[in-house]
């Protein structure tokens, strides 16, 4: 959906379809120990002056610190939109198949609110952090702007199967080095296995420039900050479907079947499970999921945890979307 021109002080719901979308932030404000979450009906008259907003062109800003509140499973922060399917109608759960979609080879597709979907998007980076002490972490510099996630389920991780980890069968990323004219963008597929699994890893493909191994520089190959480009995602089936387009750059498409261990290259990848995600429940994220890990014995990106001095220094990251846009397959 493309926003028109509104108020500056407009909600972002009033210039996005955001009717089936809750947004987590970087902040515990009400200070009850636990992340806080604007859900759908929130969501519908909420903004953020510093973390999320429209600009003064009416488009969708999400601002992340480096040290920041974050939930409880992840070493990260984000400002970022997680899918809700179920809409407004809390008699649903999070969790439950009713708000999440799944693969057609799932065992219990039919209870599922739909098979597959699609998220669109179009959106620029414009900052991410430079500051770290550990710049040769993979995911130091970068920022994830959308993802399909797995829902994670202890009682189902107990059956056969290798379900229920809460894995990422997607994740796009966009990262920059300091020194570099522009950054890559590139894709991640995590192998769905569970946590203490060492064969549990993400394997990365590249869009333009590197991937998330790569130690040149992308030059002209790559997306600069403040760069447009557009990314579509699309479940069918059991297929993955991507679309990656940039004015400027050569449109690059890609397909993974989700329900095997099947690589993009047609081989198969012997170390992850051999029925993929088929029995996982998922759903669309989309926005700025930092990816400087703050803990202490992490060292890899710096963060007070004050927004005025992180700002200030440039600890943290900042993405804009133009346009923003799911459903079902088409």
């Not at 953020?48 to 601002?63: E, I, K, N």
């Not at 002209?220 to 995602?233: M, Q």
Request: charged letters at 25%.
């Amino acid at each position: 959906m493309v926003p028109t021109v509104l108020a500056n002080d407009a909600s972002p719901a009033e210039a996005f379809d955001l009717s089936h979308w809750k947004l987590t932030l970087p902040m515990d404000g009400d200070q009850d120990g636990n992340v806080d979450e604007e859900s759908v009906s929130e969501l519908q008259s909420f903004t953020h002056p510093d973390y999320f907003h429209l600009d003064d062109h009416d488009r969708l800003v999400f601002v992340t610190p480096n040290s920041a509140f974050t939930t409880p499973n992840s070493s990260n922060a984000r400002t970022e939109l997680r899918q809700m399917l179920r809409g407004e109608d809390t008699s649903i759960g999070t969790k439950d198949p009713g708000n999440n979609f799944a693969l057609a080879s799932h065992p219990d597709a039919d209870e599922y609110n739909r098979i597959g979907g699609f998220l669109e998007a179009t959106l620029e980076v414009e900052h991410v952090s430079m500051r770290t002490e550990n710049p040769e972490r993979k995911s130091a510099y970068s920022v994830v702007v959308g993802q399909i996630h797995a829902g994670k389920d202890t009682a189902l991780m107990q059956e056969e199967g290798g379900f229920g980890h809460g894995n990422e069968p997607l994740k796009i990323y966009y990262k920059k080095r300091p020194g570099d004219d522009t950054g890559s963008v590139f894709w991640n597929y995590e192998r769905n296995l569970g946590k203490e699994d060492p064969l549990r890893t993400d394997i990365s493909h590249a869009v333009w420039g590197g991937d998330w191994n790569a130690t040149d520089a992308p030059d002209e190959a790559g997306i600069a900050l403040g760069e447009s480009f557009s990314y579509r995602v699309e479940v069918k089936g059991d297929t993955l479907h991507l679309t990656f387009s940039a004015e400027g750059h050569p449109t690059r498409r890609f397909e993974k079947d989700l329900a095997s261990n099947i690589g993009v290259d047609g081989k198969i990848d012997s170390d992850d499970n051999p029925n993929g995600y088929a029995g996982d429940g998922m759903y669309f994220k989309a926005g700025s999921y930092n990816q400087c890990n703050t803990k202490p014995d992490s060292g890899a990106c710096e963060g007070t945890g004050n927004w005025a001095t992180d700002q200030a220094n440039g600890d943290y990251v900042k993405v804009v979307f133009s346009s923003l846009e799911s459903g079902p397959t088409q």
